[in-house]
């Protein structure tokens, strides 16, 4: 493993990671405001957090750099639905799955990721709604073309609601595991719950992608 030395500390280059691991846990849980750079130097096993400013600028930066990881990471997922879809004959529903693997997968390695973006949502400061908007419209604009493209038959209007659905059914389960260990009164994160969880959002994702708009047509009654 290669290091590199700083001060009195031999910074690996794997701690670059366990910061991002570190603080991608403090700030789902604390906020921007409310958690301190020293904790998370101090969560990721290094002596001082000077040590921590050698891959970050600060905290702002660190912050981006959590949220651009994970959001990154789930756009590279979004962007391969159109390959697996070619390789699996066409079919989005196939393409659907293969895509929910990935990001499920993606979501247990990171459990507090869903929580770090739902937190950011709801942050006044200036500073996070840029970041969270420069971040994460390119995944919701992608999100749409490829709705649009995979055939739906939903009307124009109703796929960005689609889409908001979308979201909130597959990340909603991670970003608040309290609430789902009351409701569901098993622990959210075992292997067989995260399975049944994986297995749900395959059939209503099915089922949604391939009824499209039914009822759309019933006028509403008074």
């Given at each position: 493993?290669?290091?590199?030395?700083?001060?009195?500390?031999?910074?690996?280059?794997?701690?670059?990671?366990?910061?991002?691991?570190?603080?991608?846990?403090?700030?789902?849980?604390?906020?921007?405001?409310?958690?301190?750079?020293?904790?998370?130097?101090?969560?990721?096993?290094?002596?001082?957090?000077?040590?921590?400013y050698h891959y970050f600028a600060g905290k702002r930066a660190?912050?981006?750099?959590?949220?651009?990881?994970?959001v990154e990471s789930i756009v590279a997922l979004v962007a391969?639905?159109?390959?697996?879809?070619?390789?699996?004959?066409?079919?989005?529903?196939?393409?659907?799955?293969?895509?929910?693997?990935?990001?499920?997968?993606?979501?247990?390695?990171?459990?507090?990721?869903?929580?770090?973006?739902?937190?950011?949502?709801?942050?006044?400061?200036?500073?996070?709604?840029?970041a969270v908007s420069r971040l994460l419209l390119p995944l919701?604009?992608?999100?749409?073309?490829?709705?649009?493209?995979?055939?739906?038959?939903?009307?124009?209007?109703?796929?960005?609601?689609?889409?908001?659905?979308?979201?909130?059914?597959?990340?909603?389960?991670?970003?608040?595991?309290?609430?789902?260990?009351?409701?569901?009164?098993?622990?959210?994160?075992?292997?067989?719950?995260?399975?049944?969880?994986?297995?749900?959002?395959?059939?209503?994702?099915?089922?949604?992608?391939?009824?499209?708009?039914?009822?759309?047509?019933?006028?509403?009654?008074?």
């Open positions: 493993m290669t290091a590199l030395a700083l001060g009195h500390d031999v910074v690996p280059a794997s701690t670059r990671g366990a910061i991002l691991d570190a603080a991608e846990r403090r700030f789902a849980s604390r906020g921007f405001e409310g958690t301190a750079v020293r904790d998370i130097a101090l969560d990721a096993g290094l002596k001082n957090q000077a040590s921590l660190l912050y981006e750099a959590v949220l651009a990881r994970g391969a639905i159109e390959p697996l879809r070619a390789a699996r004959g066409g079919s989005p529903l196939a393409a659907a799955g293969a895509y929910l693997d990935g990001v499920i997968d993606y979501l247990v390695e990171h459990p507090h990721l869903a929580r770090l973006i739902q937190n950011a949502g709801h942050d006044e400061s200036v500073f996070v709604r840029d919701y604009a992608q999100g749409l073309r490829v709705l649009s493209d995979a055939g739906i038959s939903w009307d124009e209007e109703t796929v960005p609601h689609l889409a908001v659905g979308l979201y909130h059914m597959i990340f909603g389960y991670f970003a608040d595991p309290a609430l789902m260990r009351v409701v569901l009164r098993d622990d959210p994160a075992s292997a067989a719950a995260i399975d049944r969880q994986r297995r749900f959002l395959k059939t209503a994702i099915a089922r949604l992608i391939s009824t499209g708009s039914a009822g759309q047509q019933e006028e509403t009654k008074p």
